[in-house]
């Protein structure tokens, strides 16, 4: 049975064209669901929600915690990929710290690792150099030739292995400071780095509409249904039920951006009036009331930062760490 | 000096055909109570905007006139320095809030004004106190509930150190308990801190024990100034404009004998004028013989019904054990405060969600939650914001939008009505090219209304059908929903918090309080539990307040207006 489904699969045309489009397609499927059966339409409300806690990450100076991903993001551009998964790992001890609810790790855990996955995948079907031949572990048939690639590489997948290692990085140390820090306290540590106010009111719009704008998302898809408009999912077996299906989803997205874009100009215009009536923009120099005076817990933080971007220079002072690709 | 003097104001929106306001002019003392009245469209919301600065410097138009506050002409200052001395509070608490937690909200106004860190810290401190909101201060805002969030508008407007508050309909989007505490929040900033209110408000019955002065507005002028107890001595004007006359002064009217030309304007001064003569006597006699509520016809099978249902999200338990019904061609009403369970209940219903546990039915079958385009062949769901039942660019396609958009396999199944039937029903023929977004707020309300109707329903529910309404518009969307029932044999289930529309229209109501049926039956009834329906973050009009009062707080049922409680007070032998 076996050789005869390889003998099948990978020695026929109709067999390496089936296997050649399930993986073309499988991941860029699969992955939207994942992250919408792992978040969901309700979970994207609070993606990036400050969650209190009494935890010294909380605590620490947010001017710290802005630099931090800054900091990471820039240091993992310079490692090589040994050394990325070995700054992930440094990534991790503050959600240790932390402690996060399962529903925002549950969040989290998808938005590190959807991005990832999706890298590697692309990456295996398109970083493919010219003498990449003997790497190719899947070659397309004729039949796939306008994929314009040849095939399934191992360079490619360890390629954007090593790519994904950056992104995870990246995310991670952005995320803590979201998931920590009080937004008014991101734009005081951006004013204390001299960002101009509108980009800090910018942010705080954008964060405080977000939730709105996904709860008015989820009406509109309800009242089309309620209207008649048949967004019923089929079950996973009714394979031809579901071409129909997705085309239905899509062709929400122009019927519901009118009113969603009508909504959000009424309501971002009376936001607009209120910033000015608040003397927004008024004074060159606005002062805070925040205050925020270096603790230990800062200081150790201050030390563990500097120790990693040290540590990192000394790596590749000495070439052991520097990124090869 | 008064605070604001408005001299010979005229303001016309860019392409109107016609001015918002004509010849404005007035003055409001400092530290005096000003209710704005009129119907939708009058030009009391432009007023406000003229009087907080942002006409013209932010919505433009063509504007005459001068306002002044104190002897410095408003148009000479920057919005920002206007926003120091009159600072305006908007509808909706959600987008007029600009951080997400309630210290960086109030502070922002004064960082703006880049004040030293402990004058910041001064005023945060003192617009909290005033708004009875200290403790809330290291909270997130999205936790808070709308009449707390509403008061952290307040608060953020007072730490700009304003002397007046211009408000604008603050207590539309708020439950009865909301409402109350904002207006109980107005009322402590008016008569302990001597701030200048201006109110623009169509829930006047609540708020007109307070007011020291009302200006009713009628297209663009105003046609009334007077105190409260003399504003309503030409009430035949208020009712010709759609503005609710309170229910105090209407008895008033009707009973001259008692009232003797003195107007009351609360529960109170009527009870006090009332509860020693013969009225009262009759009142008390009648209460003695009434007859119990009459139990409901169960032999039909209900419309709808929840059997044990329980519903959670994370930890919180949402509906509790909920076995209610709901009877064909009944109008039920459901109250309760905000959060307690009242959407969930529908949406229940619906099938927009499943149940934690627990079986909900249209008739005989069991309701599937995410099967919304099936269910909606039975039950129709009327949303709160009418905005956000319209998707297409013309009143036509609006209502054949469901039709256009069913599987090809459901087309089979034809409209009930037709196009023009349609039109007709929601009195919208002349419009039927017209753009949904053009109509006015009651036309969209009745053009999502007639989309829904396309399915032909059988069950309606309505989540808030007339919030954001004055009173003669709200009346009319209720009347016209009234006929249609009366023709074509719905089942409605409200969602309100407007308990005159529940008192006017609602065969049954039922008051839902954290998360469980608290009571159950006709509103006569219910309304006669005033403590206990205060309990459930509840307030029945003021005619329902005064009849339980009379009767010693033991009134078996009370009445539901002005009307019917007359024909209460009079000796029961000289009823037929």
Redesign the interface.
């Given at each position: 049975m076996i050789p005869a489904l390889t003998q099948f699969f990978f020695h026929t045309l109709l067999g390496r064209t089936i296997v050649g489009y399930f993986l073309f397609f499988s991941v860029p499927t699969i992955l939207p669901t994942v992250l919408i059966l792992l978040i969901g339409v309700k979970g994207l409300r609070h993606l990036f929600s400050y969650e209190p806690h009494p935890t010294v990450i909380h605590k620490l100076d947010p001017r710290l915690k802005v630099l931090y991903p800054f900091t990471i993001g820039l240091v993992s551009v310079f490692l090589n990929w040994n050394f990325v998964f070995l700054l992930l790992a440094f990534t991790l001890i503050p959600w240790i710290l932390v402690r996060p609810s399962q529903r925002r790790i549950r969040v989290v855990l998808a938005l590190v690792l959807t991005p990832a996955i999706g890298l590697v995948w692309s990456q295996g079907l398109f970083y493919i150099t010219k003498n990449d031949a003997a790497h190719v572990l899947f070659y397309f048939p004729p039949t796939l030739s306008w994929y314009g690639t040849p095939g399934l590489s191992s360079t490619g997948l360890l390629y954007g292995l090593q790519q994904a290692g950056r992104v995870m990085v990246a995310t991670s140390s952005s995320l803590i400071l979201l998931l920590t820090t009080k937004p008014s306290e991101i734009i005081w540590a951006f004013y204390q780095f001299r960002m101009p106010p509108a980009v800090g009111l910018a942010f705080t719009a954008a964060l405080r509409y977000l939730p709105q704008l996904i709860e008015r998302m989820t009406v509109l898809l309800q009242v089309m249904q309620i209207r008649g408009y048949d967004l019923t999912r089929p079950r996973w077996w009714q394979l031809h039920l579901w071409p129909n299906y997705i085309a239905r989803v899509f062709a929400t997205i122009p019927i519901v951006t009118v009113p969603l874009l009508i909504g959000s100009l009424r309501s971002t215009s009376v936001m607009a009036l209120v910033a000015d009536a608040r003397a927004f923009g008024a004074k060159p120099n606005p002062t805070s009331l925040q205050e925020h005076p270096l603790t230990i817990n800062d200081r150790i933080a201050i030390s563990a930062l500097a120790s990693v971007v040290l540590i990192t220079l000394l790596l590749i002072v000495f070439h052991i760490g520097n990124r090869t690709a | 000096m008064p605070d604001i003097r408005v001299d010979n104001l005229s303001f016309t929106y860019p392409g109107a055909s016609s001015p918002a306001l004509k010849k404005i002019s007035l003055s409001v003392p400092q530290g005096e109570f000003l209710l704005l009245a009129g119907p939708s469209g009058c030009g009391k919301s432009t007023l406000a905007l003229a009087l907080?600065?942002?006409i013209p410097?932010?919505?433009s138009g063509s504007l005459r006139g001068k306002i002044y506050f104190g002897d410095k002409d408003t148009r000479t200052l920057?919005?920002?320095e206007?926003?120091?001395s009159i600072?305006?509070v908007?509808q909706?608490p959600?987008?007029?809030?600009?951080?997400?937690?309630v210290?960086?909200e109030v502070?922002?106004?004064?960082?703006?004004?880049?004040?030293?860190?402990t004058e910041?810290?001064h005023r945060?401190e003192a617009s909290l106190h005033y708004t009875g909101m200290d403790q809330f201060r290291k909270q997130?805002i999205?936790a808070l509930s709308g009449g707390q969030k509403q008061r952290i508008a307040i608060a953020?407007?007072l730490a700009?150190q304003s002397r007046v508050l211009v408000l604008d309909e603050p207590t539309s989007d708020l439950d009865p308990v909301g409402t109350q505490d904002v207006l109980r929040v107005l009322r402590t900033l008016n008569t302990q801190y001597h701030m200048t209110i201006v109110l623009v408000e169509h829930k006047i019955d609540e708020i007109i024990p307070w007011v020291d002065r009302v200006l009713l507005m009628d297209q663009g002028r105003i046609v009334i100034d007077k105190p409260p107890r003399q504003a309503f001595s030409e009430s035949a004007l208020w009712h010709n404009l759609g503005v609710a006359v309170p229910q105090m002064v209407q008895l008033a009217h009707a009973l001259p004998d008692v009232f003797q030309g003195q107007t009351p304007l609360s529960v109170d001064e009527t009870y006090e004028a009332l509860h020693n003569t013969h009225y009262a006597q009759s009142l008390l006699q009648r209460n003695d013989i009434l007859i119990p509520p009459q139990t409901p016809n169960f032999s039909t099978i209900p419309a709808l019904s929840w059997e044990r249902v329980d519903l959670t999200y994370?930890k919180k338990q949402v509906l509790k054990h909920i076995t209610m019904h709901v009877m064909p061609q009944e109008w039920l009403a459901i109250v309760g405060a905000n959060g307690s369970g009242k959407t969930s209940l529908a949406s229940l219903a619906?099938g927009?969600q499943s149940p934690t546990s627990g079986v909900i039915r249209h008739h005989d079958k069991i309701v599937e939650a995410?099967?919304?385009?099936?269910q909606?062949q039975k039950i129709?769901?009327l949303?709160q914001?009418a905005?956000?039942?319209?998707?297409t660019a013309s009143v036509e396609e609006e209502l054949l939008?469901?039709?256009k958009?069913?599987?090809k396999r459901?087309n089979t199944a034809a409209m009930h009505f037709t196009l023009e039937q349609l039109l007709e029903i929601v009195d919208l023929t002349s419009y039927r090219k017209s753009n949904p977004?053009h109509l006015s707020h009651g036309q969209r309300k009745r053009l999502a209304l007639g989309?829904?109707l396309?399915?032909y329903p059988e069950v309606l529910i309505l989540d808030e059908p007339t919030t954001g309404q004055d009173e003669g518009h709200a009346n009319a969307f209720l009347q016209f929903l009234q006929q249609l029932r009366e023709l074509n044999k719905f089942t409605y289930m409200m969602i309100t918090h407007h308990m005159d529309a529940v008192a006017r229209y609602a065969s049954r109501m039922l008051v839902i309080k954290d998360g469980q049926v608290f009571m159950d039956g006709p509103p006569e009834y219910v309304f006669a539990h005033v403590d206990a329906l205060a309990s459930a973050g509840i307030l029945p009009m003021p005619i329902a307040q005064l009849h339980s009062r009379l009767c010693n707080d033991r009134a078996q049922r009370v009445s539901l207006n002005v009307k019917s409680f007359l024909q209460s007070l009079q000796p029961l032998e000289v009823l037929p």
């Open positions: - | 907080a600065g942002l410097t932010r919505i920057d919005i920002h206007i926003a120091q600072g305006m908007f909706n959600d987008e007029q809030l600009i951080h997400l937690d210290e960086a502070a922002f106004g004064p960082e703006n004004l880049a004040l030293p860190r910041i810290a945060v997130e999205f953020a407007t700009m994370d619906m927009l995410g099967q919304l385009s099936r909606a129709a769901y949303f914001a905005d956000n039942m319209l998707f939008f469901g039709v958009h069913q599987k459901q977004f989309a829904l396309t399915r």
